[in-house]
């Protein structure tokens, strides 16, 4: 059975380095998961800071 996850997430400007750090640590970190399949995080573009993920 697949699951799809889609996460909605808009870090306070303050905090977006450490959010994009944040990210990439657990990118790393679930791609050793058993079942898991992939991630794709759309990041912003524009004026908007609103960061999709999709898994």
Known sequence: ?????YLRLTPKQEFVEEFQRYLEELS??????KGFID???LCPEGNT???VLLS
């Open 49 to 51: 800071t609103d960061y």
């Open 28 to 33: 790393l970190l679930v791609h050793h998961q």
């Open 1 to 5: 059975m697949s699951v799809v996850s």
């Open 39 to 41: 991630v794709e995080v």
